[in-house]
């Protein structure tokens, strides 16, 4: 794929900017929108999960497309547009609330606007960076990225908590749908990036060549599932959290805020040893040890908590899963975008969230059907055991035994 774009220090750091915004945003809409849910609509625990669930969809409708759409559009205007249509979806929320006209069909609609914006604005993103960045600084920068939306979602929650105590949950939301106004001015700061020249293959056939490639690459494909059973389990554990911690923990606002700012911390430790980790130990096995310690963590740790007095083990837990996670992140991403060929790039990053991002939706849904039929409780323990099965799953495949996934793609 032919890009336009210079690699400059600049631009990186108008896009890293930008992220920032709107990840600090969502950082507290992911606190906000299931808290209107449940303390101004009294949604049921399915509501709430199915909730969670509509804002993740996507990634199984769109994402194979939106490799093919990143790779034919030019990129900053599509950027810019869903930001904006961001913007009205969650704005749209506060001014239906004071209007006394909020429902919970309404909520599941924003929520399916903005998570199907969502897909096509981080695919275009996973394409950009590599286009701005050269490759030998993709693992520091893919950390550093790693490492601001760890602080956001350290400082966003705990933000969230003090909103939704001060204005109510739903004030909340008009942080978020500003953000994304604001990263559609940086943006517009961007040098556009020209589509790549028409090749005459129907877009059908462009999204088989993508999934062909990762489907039959000896390390991609292992870390394609280990990132789908990781996302399974986040996005199960995503929804279960305000759910318990709220109506059966009894925590406020504030300290579910606070609790779920230890998931950005975890995060942010991660993503500060994550380089360290892998040169010492190597990929695959600074992947395997960090996430089977953090999924350990998880599972002996969070069930503890059954009041705000002992939420600390909520809080520990959360924090090891995280960190385990972020480092098999960075250090699977940068192997996609390393050792991907750049015409393929934006197809390989779709076939890969297509599988492992759209298993979040199906992960929030079972665990809304566990909460239902077993209790809250017990589906916590259960997703919470789960944890320990993503680093399992690349151990099953000769990549995961190895000290490290592969070397280089060959260049030229």
């Excluded at 990781?230 to 305000?242: D, E, G, R």
């Excluded at 908590?305 to 699977?332: E, K, P």
């Excluded at 996609?336 to 197809?347: A, G, K, M, W």
Aim: proline share 6%; hydrophobic share 55%.
């Amino acid at each position: 794929m032919s890009e336009t774009l210079t690699a400059s220090a600049g631009h990186f750091w108008r896009f890293w900017c930008a992220s920032t915004v709107s990840h600090a945003g969502t950082a507290v809409t992911a606190l906000a929108l299931p808290l209107v849910a449940l303390t101004v609509l009294d949604a049921s625990a399915l509501q709430v999960t199915l909730l969670a669930a509509a804002g993740q969809i996507s990634w199984l409708l769109l994402s194979l497309p939106a490799g093919v759409v990143a790779g034919r559009v030019p990129l900053r205007r599509l950027q810019v547009a869903l930001d904006l249509v961001r913007f009205g979806a969650l704005g749209s929320l506060p001014a239906a609330w004071w209007c006394d006209a909020l429902t919970y069909p309404h909520l599941l609609f924003a929520a399916l606007v903005t998570g199907a914006c969502t897909v096509l604005f981080d695919i275009a993103n996973s394409t950009f960076l590599p286009a701005v960045v050269p490759a030998h600084q993709l693992a520091a920068r893919n950390s550093l990225m790693s490492g601001t939306a760890a602080v956001t979602e350290t400082g966003g929650p705990s933000a969230g908590g003090l909103l939704v105590q001060a204005a109510g949950p739903v004030g909340a939301l008009l942080v978020d749908a500003v953000s994304y106004v604001v990263s559609a001015v940086l943006l517009r700061a961007l040098p556009e990036r020209r589509p790549a020249p028409r090749t005459g293959d129907s877009a059908l056939r462009q999204i088989r060549e993508g999934w062909r490639y990762v489907t039959r690459h000896p390390v991609m494909m292992p870390c394609m599932l280990w990132a789908t059973a990781t996302n399974f389990v986040c996005a199960a554990l995503l929804a279960l959290t305000p759910l318990y911690l709220v109506r059966e923990a009894g925590l406020t606002p504030v300290q579910l805020g606070l609790v779920l700012a230890m998931d950005g911390i975890g995060a942010l430790a991660g993503s500060s040893v994550a380089v360290r980790i892998t040169r010492r130990f190597g990929t695959a096995r600074g992947v395997v040890g960090a996430t089977l310690a953090g999924g350990v963590a998880a599972a002996a740790l969070i069930p503890l908590t059954t009041s705000a007095a002992d939420a600390y083990w909520f809080a520990l837990g959360n924090a090891g899963f995280a960190f385990g996670v972020v480092i098999g992140s960075i250090t699977t991403r940068t192997y996609r975008q390393t050792q991907s060929p750049p015409e393929l790039l934006s197809r390989v990053m779709a076939t890969v969230r297509f599988v492992s991002w759209g298993a979040q939706p199906v992960g929030a849904l079972m665990a809304g059907v566990l909460a239902t039929y077993a209790g809250t409780h017990a589906a916590l323990e259960a997703v919470c055991a789960a944890a320990v099965l993503p680093p399992l799953c690349l151990l099953a495949a000769r990549a995961g035994r190895l000290r490290d996934f592969g070397p280089k793609r060959p260049s030229g």
